[in-house]
């Protein structure tokens, strides 16, 4: 769910203000926070944060748990936000926070569990006297920075999981769509949670002051900004989490339920208007039934309907976010006409400015750019394949690897085509359902990205440092065998020890069980 880092406005102004995209009317105006205010505002999080490490896990969920129903009581307003700087329809406004208040409860439910002390076997002779423990421990101040197409689902999950762990969390939205953002913030203050929680609006000045300050950066954008803040945080010494592009294939083999198929890539590709790194932005159709998912398409894409709809649920469609992502959306197409293809709808410029009519190509090869570069907009381009290794031969050779979908009735065929893809999920018979399921990662391979977010034990365990610690079962005696002084009888001796515990296996000979307390 990645979003191009188009700005709007020049850096290094002391507000910044936000547009409607519909409208192009100021919305309101944010400050536009410099490096060294970012600074102060990560010295008194770490300073915050021990406390709440502290405190615990389960206290920590329950601070998470009434930031959740702070937010659902809000539910209406804060999706008037969200659709008033990001245009989409009221039914894609409404669904972001919900999501949001799922991921704190499931891990809620599980951090104590997930953040559990564990107890390690001994892996040889020299290690069997000891209580030994590994330990997860947080990551003082996390840095999320997010895009503009998920503006509450995107950084409220990455921030609940960071919490959870026992994190500080500074959050730097797009400045595009700050205004969701505060009211995340707005609820932490107001139920009156630990002060390890912050916004900090800005331009990309900001943002680098966040990866500059921060323990851990939690990034979702474009690979090119992904990449430069990976070669920062490597400079730093830092760990990085990158969300990063996608180029989603879809693949519909000959035995398809076309109505199904049809159905969910239309979605699956135009959610959003298409902003979404997991969008359908390529789709392979074996020959035998190529011309009927295309008339089929067509017509479920004609009759789609696009505007400014509020509250009313009347649109499908919304705008585009930003008049540069409309324009790179809109290039695409234009290269993809120019070079041979057809649009069997949309195509032109749409209603206005803020729209783009969404446009279904064919006769498109692998060489156009609305194959090979994320368009990140309403776009569904289709190529017919001869079969599924063809499908899979062309799908693989992008450079991103986020997600794909395999439609196909036979469910034992579309998950031995998933395991010949190369990225991070893939969906059969369905479009992005990984993503409504917490314990299942999100992560991209390739240009996509580096980690992964979700995933269960490992969604939160990203934000800690793992801690070895030994102790003593016994009390011990004054002496360890490889201490001072060295001596050849004494070398012998604990050679041979080393060399049969290293036969046998000092787990099976001491019988010490692993388990987690």
């Known amino acids: 769910m990645s979003g191009s880092d188009t700005a709007q406005h ?4 002391g507000e910044i203000e936000v547009l409607s995209p519909i409208h192009g009317t100021v919305l309101a105006k944010v400050p ?7 600074a102060a505002i990560v010295r008194e999080l770490r300073e915050q944060q021990r406390e709440w490490e502290a405190i615990g896990s389960a206290a920590r969920a329950g601070w998470l748990r009434e930031l959740r129903d702070w937010l659902l009581a809000q539910q209406d307003r804060i999706a008037d936000v969200l659709q008033s700087e990001s245009g989409k329809p009221r039914a894609e406004a409404e669904i972001e926070l919900p999501f949001v208040a799922e991921a704190i409860s499931y891990f809620a439910r599980h951090a104590t569990e997930f953040l ?43 921030a609940v999981t960071a919490l959870l762990a026992g994190a500080a969390v500074l959050l730097k939205p797009s400045e595009v769509t700050p205004l969701t953002a505060l009211e995340l913030q707005r609820g932490w203050r107001e139920i009156g949670a630990p002060a390890v929680f912050a916004v900090v609006t800005g331009d990309g000045v900001t943002g680098s002051a966040v990866v500059e300050n921060v323990d851990y950066v939690q990034f979702t954008g474009s690979t090119r900004t992904g990449q430069a803040i990976a ?26 339920d076309l109505d199904r198929a049809v159905r969910g890539i239309a979605w699956g590709a135009l959610l959003n ?56 959306a809109q290039r ?20 206005n ?36 290794d063809e499908a899979v031969r062309r799908a693989n050779q992008s450079g991103y690897g986020l997600s794909a979908s395999v439609w196909t009735r036979d469910r034992a065929r579309g998950e031995r085509i998933a395991r010949a893809l190369e990225v991070g999920a893939v969906n059969v018979d369905d479009v992005v359902a990984n993503l409504f399921e917490m314990g299942l990662p999100h992560g991209g391979w390739k240009r996509s990205g580096s980690g992964a977010r979700l995933g269960g034990a490992a969604g939160l365990r990203k934000y ?54």
């Not at 730093?236 to 519909?252: H, N, Q, W």
């Not at 979404?276 to 309907?305: G, K, M, N, T, W």
């Not at 064919?362 to 017919?384: H, L, N, Q, Y």
Request: proline share 9%.
């Open 10 to 13: 020049p850096f290094g102004t």
């Open 32 to 38: 536009n926070e410099r490096p060294e205010a970012v």
């Open 116 to 158: 559990a002390d564990e107890r390690i076997r001994p892996s040889g002779l020299l290690s069997a006297p000891k209580r030994m423990t590994r330990i997860h421990r947080p990551y003082p101040v996390v840095g999320v920075i997010s895009p503009w197409n998920f503006p509450m689902l995107i950084p409220g999950a990455d």
């Open 231 to 256: 070669h920062r945080c490597v400079d730093r010494m830092i760990p990085y989490s990158l969300e990063l592009g996608g180029k989603d294939p879809a693949i519909v083999l000959a035995d398809a």
């Open 273 to 328: 208007s298409g902003q979404a790194c997991v969008s359908i932005e390529r789709v392979y159709v074996e020959a035998p039934i190529h011309d009927e998912f295309v008339a089929r398409l067509v017509d479920q894409v004609a009759a789609l309907r696009q505007g400014d709809d509020r509250v009313h649920h009347t649109v499908d469609l919304g705008a585009m976010a930003t008049p540069a992502q409309r324009a790179i």
């Open 332 to 351: 695409h197409i234009d290269e993809a006409l120019d070079a041979g293809a057809r649009a069997l709808t949309g195509g032109d410029d749409g209603y």
């Open 353 to 388: 400015g803020a729209f783009l009519a969404p446009t279904v190509l064919v006769d498109v090869d692998d060489t156009m750019s609305c194959m090979r570069e994320e368009t990140f907009g309403p776009t569904i381009p289709i190529v017919k394949v001869a079969d599924a």
């Open 464 to 517: 800690t440092r793992q801690q070895a610690i030994t102790a003593p079962r016994v009390r011990p005696l004054p002496w360890e065998p490889l201490w001072y002084p060295y001596g050849p009888r004494k070398a012998r001796v604990v050679r041979w020890l080393l060399a049969v515990a290293a036969t046998v296996g000092s787990a099976s000979m001491w019988r010490l069980p692993a388990r987690t307390r």
